[in-house]
């Protein structure tokens, strides 16, 4: 049975205190530990948590601890807190790559009585409802209670509404890759292609009915997130680099496409793309989401 007292590492950030509220809310005792004792004691009061600024104390007698740092520092905490948990005790990470994460973990279970497991939450701190969002799990293995143990932490997620979907970790990895990396990366480029034709974006704006405006409103949204983190997700992800390969040649197709004014090329392009799309679930609806989004855009202006 999942034990209730629950500390979460890296407790201050964004993510963790969405899980200490969260998890709070589900009846644990949270503690939360983080570096900075100023920001940590800010967020704990907000949520009426503990904190601890000691790392050992803040493992040593949790039942679940949740690690919650930057991606790069991830892999390195677990090592640090696997040997000081308790037996039977469990440990899970949410950071947003998996491969090297899901190696330390599988090294975490073999050589002490712990229970491990990894999960990426697909929503950033800015949640409000947890309906329909998916969370990404990773099975990773334990002692003689583990299924009992993570399937009692697998049906708090669903009782509120979570999808959860398992997945291994280079499934995820390279369809991270894709659903994360490529809009991140489209979208930055976006802004940095604006900006280097010097027009400001509220002058663009003027000039705009409903494409433009949802696009930048979409990649505003994105470039005000974590720098860091979506600056590992492309580069620390070995796939990202593979599909930046895939991504020049298509450019450079385009570009002659246009610059050739073939408009053959054009079409075979845009009808490859529209029979790809077809295949989508949204595909039928999304012109109408589209406007709903539109109805909110030009009602707030
Ligand atoms: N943000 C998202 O949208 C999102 C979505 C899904 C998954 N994730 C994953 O969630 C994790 C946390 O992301 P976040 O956005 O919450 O980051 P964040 O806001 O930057 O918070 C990081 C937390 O970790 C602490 N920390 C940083 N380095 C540390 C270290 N070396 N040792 C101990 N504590 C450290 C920070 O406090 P101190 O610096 O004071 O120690 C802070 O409490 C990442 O692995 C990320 O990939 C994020």
Redesign the pocket.
């Known amino acids: 049975m999942l034990g209730k007292n629950f500390t979460i590492?890296?407790?201050?950030?964004?993510?963790?205190?969405v899980f200490g509220k969260y998890f709070k809310q589900h009846g644990f005792d949270i503690t939360l530990?983080?570096?900075?004792e100023k920001?940590?004691k800010i967020v704990a009061k907000d949520l009426g948590v503990k904190f601890e600024l000691d790392l050992k104390k803040s493992v040593e007698n949790a039942d679940i601890v949740m690690v919650?740092?930057?991606?790069h520092?991830?892999s390195?905490?677990i090592k640090k807190i696997t040997p000081l948990m308790k037996k039977n005790s469990l440990i899970f990470?949410?950071?947003?790559?998996k491969q090297e994460v899901y190696k330390i973990l599988s090294d975490g279970h073999k050589n002490y009585p712990i229970n491990c497991l990894s999960i990426?939450?697909?929503?950033?701190?800015g949640i409000k409802n947890m309906k329909n969002y998916v969370i990404l799990l990773l099975k990773i293995g334990g002692t003689e209670q583990y299924d009992e143990i993570i399937n009692e932490l697998i049906d708090i997620f669903r009782s509120d509404g979570f999808i959860v979907a398992e997945t291994t970790p280079n499934t995820h990895d390279s369809r991270i890759a894709l659903t994360l990396g490529v809009p991140h990366m489209l979208n930055i480029l976006f802004l940095n292609l604006l900006k280097r034709t010097k027009e400001p974006l509220n002058e663009l704006t003027r000039f705009t009915g409903t494409t433009f405006l949802l696009q930048k409103v979409l990649a505003e949204s994105i470039i005000q997130?974590?720098m860091?983190?979506f600056g590992?997700?492309q580069i620390e992800n070995a796939e990202f680099h593979e599909i930046l390969d895939i991504f020049e040649d298509l450019i450079k197709e385009y570009k002659n496409t246009i610059k050739n004014k073939d408009l053959k090329g054009f079409t075979k392009l845009f009808s490859e793309a529209l029979e790809y799309s077809k295949e989508d679930n949204h595909f039928k609806n999304s012109y109408e989401y589209f406007y709903e989004f539109m109805k909110i855009l030009k009602e707030k202006k």
């Not at 990470?93 to 790559?97: A, K, P, V």
């Open positions: 590492i890296g407790g201050s950030g964004g993510m963790g205190r530990f983080a570096r900075d920001k940590l919650s740092v930057p991606i520092s991830t390195k905490m990470d949410i950071t947003s790559l990426h939450p697909m929503f950033g701190p997130s974590e860091e983190m590992e997700i």
